[in-house]
């Protein structure tokens, strides 16, 4: 028997947002648990992501306007069953629709306050069947983050500390055509100002919703640990009975009566195993945590767990502005050359993908191009029209050019396409007919080549006041010329262990290893290599800890 300096019946490595969705089911079952976090912050990535959970027909979205079966339906068409996604099958697919809506309303039931993330927030592929034009996604409300007490600056940091929801601060690039988005800002910044005289410290998406989550499971008794990294688990006639930690500067023996669940994120800041598995992408150019180093993926495939899509991860394009390495999160460029009057391009000029759509499936494409083409980074491309409308970094909505951005030759500028082609060095007779053909498609009112802006995703990427309709496509023609540089980051790897619809770990014959569970970015994504809509790891990772807390308990629905 293993000798142990102290149990629990749920040991639970990683402080992500599944961590504590298992934490809060399990201390409503009346069982001790503790959560054993690497890093000096609680909270994990999901902190600094934008904290939205895709969930379909969730309590929050109107009767009759989804359905477990349009949930279902949409999930096969978009992510379907194949060899080199085995993390997704229909059964755990099908245990997703079916457990997500119940794990929200358990969730709201403990107190975290969450709402629809917005009506109109499309799913990716939503031209496919059961695909969602309004929206599937559930964030919290922005949070006041001194109400965890001395628990606040051990909350991680988040990418927005200001009192708007995430849906909202995705309206202001837009704020010179409303008055009501110029109304909205001025609401902010009352609040903001009131915040600072009453004591508040506002923080909204990823943190606000870790920081619900952390002040429920501390009412509910949770024991969360920093600075506490599992360096194994400790296994007994085959069956995961602990773990070992670290406590005052020494070993750490945790048994787990009911089982250990591993929630620690992905192997994002690890080069040597993205080198391994991910050839030709870059930790640096990853927002995940630093903590975020695989640890445990390796440590379940040395217990018999089986690792598999490990060559995808959550895309997040981006620009290498000055100083981005300095900033939390680096400048994104999703919705940048998804607007009107920009496109993207290779390092040969040629446009090669819809700029729209899933960021998932635009940073595969870049990588996918790379390997027959030099595309990365590639070049957006756009024109005085864009610069005067839209945000590029911390430039372009009709500012003044940054200082140092033409100096560091980071931003292109030139009088003609084909003096623009020269600075980034393509063949200029190659870009002008690239511009040439966007143009030509314009006047046509569609994309021939890649279909940008038949999606409601798309248009809800491009502009909104642009002929009155989210328009995504417009002319490059107005001098001067601009180009930036765009790189296929990610704020978190995609690939990990295999588990089944219960969260149990695999092992190769397809037989669960007793006592050990895993959820989000440690395991083999549920969705497969798809990303189907907005909060499509944070929602799997909530859903699959709060599932493996209800199997390990051997809790039914009545008991919820």
Known sequence: MADFDETFDWVVVGSGGGSMSSALLMRKADKSVVILEKSQFAGGTTCKSGGVMWIPNNPFMDPGEDSTEKGITYLDAVVGDTSDAPGSTHEKRLAYVVEGPRMIDFLVGQGVELERGSHFWPDYYDELPG?????????????????????????????????????????????????????????????????????????????????????????????????????????????????????????????????????????????????????????????????????????????????????????????????????????????????????????????????????????????????????????????????????????????????????SSYLKKADTVEGLAKLIKVDPATLQATVNRWNAMVDKGRDEDFNRGDRDYDKFLGDPFQNGTYTTIGRIDRAPYYAVDVVPGDVSTYGGILTDAHSRVLRGDGTPIDGLYATGVSTASPMGRIYPGAGASVGPSMCFGWIAAKHAAGLDNAAL
């Not at 007994?236 to 005052?248: F, L, S």
């Not at 992408?281 to 217990?303: I, L, P, V």
């Open 131 to 407: 695909g969602c034009k309004t929206s599937r996604t559930v964030t919290a409300k922005p949070f006041d983050k001194k109400e965890l007490g001395d628990w606040a600056p051990r909350l991680r940091q988040g990418f927005a500390e200001a009192p708007i929801r995430l849906d909202d601060a995705m309206k202001l690039p837009f704020a010179r055509n409303s008055w009501a988005i110029k109304l909205m800002i001025v609401k902010t910044g009352l609040k903001i100002v009131a915040g600072k005289v009453t004591g508040k410290h506002w923080v909204t998406a990823g943190a606000a919703l870790q920081g619900r989550m952390l002040k429920a499971s501390l009412a509910a008794g949770v024991d969360i640990r920093l600075n506490s990294a599992v360096s194994e688990l400790i296994v007994e006639n085959g069956k995961v009975v602990g773990v070992i930690t670290v406590r005052d500067g020494k070993p750490w023996r945790i048994g787990a009566g009911l089982g250990v669940l591993v929630n620690a994120g992905g192997f994002a800041k690890n080069q040597e195993m993205r080198d391994r598995y991910m050839p030709g992408t870059r930790a640096e150019w990853s927002m995940a945590n630093e903590s975020d180093t695989g640890d445990m993926h390796r440590e379940m495939e040395r217990h018999g767990g089986v690792l598999a899509q490990m060559d995808e991860m959550v895309g997040f394009q981006f620009t290498l502005a000055p100083g981005w390495e300095k900033d939390y999160v680096a400048p994104g460029m999703q919705a940048v050359t998804a607007k009107p009057h920009a496109i993207l391009v290779d390092q040969t000029g040629v446009r090669y993908m819809n700029e729209g759509g899933s960021y998932e499936a635009y940073c595969e494409n870049m990588l996918k191009r790379n390997r027959v083409a030099p595309a990365v980074p590639s070049w957006a491309i756009f024109d005085q029209q864009f610069w005067d409308k839209y945000p590029v970094a911390a430039g372009g909505a009709g500012k003044k050019i940054p200082q140092g951005w033409l100096e």
